[in-house]
């Protein structure tokens, strides 16, 4: 275990298993229609990889890259598109990949944002969700773990843009982040 996590959250065996069923589940419901993956960079990299893995139907993907968070542990609440999607996906059926809905503020923005630009369907598949920090309500249709109101890392998480690369979800010590 990296000497900065306090405690493993979720193994890498256990993610292993929730992105096969989140996978076989999206397979199942899209088997037949088109499906466009849009991955939220940089948090949702390593979840996308792993998840399109599973998904045994004809998709597509592209990406977005997103911020709100700046450097520090808490959103800043304003939300910047550094880049947009490639195409466009009017008529498709969007299904947008997230590592973590929190405050919703990220995916209150986004759905918003790109719902203007009339997708067939628009739809969340999040691999973590903590619903205890919520500020603006978000409908997630795909979840893989409810987590209490840890700081968590690793998996494509960061704290100040370091330890995405841990194959685990970890809690971080609080000593790390504390000012
Ligand atoms: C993090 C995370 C989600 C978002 C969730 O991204 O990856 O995208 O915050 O927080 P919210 O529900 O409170 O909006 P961040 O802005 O840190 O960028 P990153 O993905 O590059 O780390
Ligand atoms: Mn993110
Ligand atoms: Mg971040």
Redesign the pocket.
């Known amino acids: 275990m990296h000497q900065d996590v306090a405690e493993i959250l979720i193994s890498e065996e256990e993610i292993r298993a929730k992105v096969k069923e989140l996978g076989q589940q999206i397979s199942r419901d899209y088997a037949g229609q088109d499906l466009l993956l849009v991955g939220?960079?940089?948090?949702?990299m390593l979840f996308m990889s792993d998840l399109m893995r599973e998904i045994d139907i004809p998709l597509n993907i592209d990406f977005m890259?997103?911020?709100?968070?700046g450097s520090g542990t808490s959103?800043s609440g304003e939300?910047r598109v550094l880049k947009d999607l490639d195409r466009g996906i009017e008529g498709r059926n969007v299904l947008l990949i997230?590592?973590?809905?929190?405050?919703?503020?990220?995916?209150?923005y986004l759905t918003k944002y790109l719902a203007n630009r009339h997708p067939k369907s628009l739809k969340i598949c999040t691999l973590l969700n903590k619903p205890s920090?919520r500020?603006i309500e978000?409908k997630v249709d795909y979840n893989g773990f409810i987590i209490p109101d840890k700081f968590v890392v690793g998996y494509?998480?960061?704290y100040n843009?370091y330890y995405?690369n841990l194959p685990y979800i970890g809690v971080l010590k609080p000593e790390i982040y504390r000012e």
Request: net charge negative.
């Open positions: 939220i960079l940089r948090g949702a890259v997103v911020s709100s968070y959103t939300v997230e590592d973590i809905v929190d405050t919703g503020l990220t995916l209150n920090r500020q978000v494509g998480l960061d843009e995405r």
